[in-house]
C-alpha cells in the first residue's frame, strides 16, 4: 500500500486508497457470485471488475507510480474474456 509522503499527495494517497478498496470489492463480489449467480450477473460483476481495475491502474500511472505486473496481467485477463467470461 502507498505511504503518504513528501512526494505524495494526502488526497492523491486518498483516491488511490478508495480506488484500491473498489478493487477489492468488486474482486470480493465476483468471488462470491462464481456459484450463486447466473452467467449474466457473472458478466456484469467482471465488467465492473474491469472498470474498477483500469481506474486504479489508470491512477497510479497519473501518480508517477509503476502499474504491477500482476495487475496488467488480471486487466488483460478480465478484457480477454470479455463477452465470453
Known amino acids: 500500500m502507498l505511504e503518504p509522503g513528501p512526494g505524495l499527495d494526502p488526497g492523491r494517497h486518498l483516491r488511490l486508497t478508495s480506488l484500491?478498496?473498489?478493487v477489492?470489492?468488486?474482486r470480493?463480489?465476483?468471488d462470491l457470485a462464481r456459484?450463486?449467480?447466473r452467467?449474466?450477473?457473472q458478466q456484469q460483476l467482471r465488467r465492473d471488475l474491469l472498470a474498477s481495475l483500469e481506474a486504479y491502474a489508470a491512477a497510479l500511472t497519473l501518480a508517477g507510480a509503476p502499474v504491477p505486473p500482476r495487475l496488467r496481467s488480471e486487466i488483460n485477463l478480465?478484457?480477454?474474456l470479455g463477452a465470453r467470461g
Open 39 to 41: 452467467h449474466v450477473e
Open 28 to 30: 470480493r463480489l465476483l
Open 35 to 37: 456459484h450463486d449467480k
Open 78 to 80: 478480465y478484457k480477454g
Open 20 to 22: 484500491l478498496e473498489d
Open 24 to 26: 477489492k470489492a468488486a
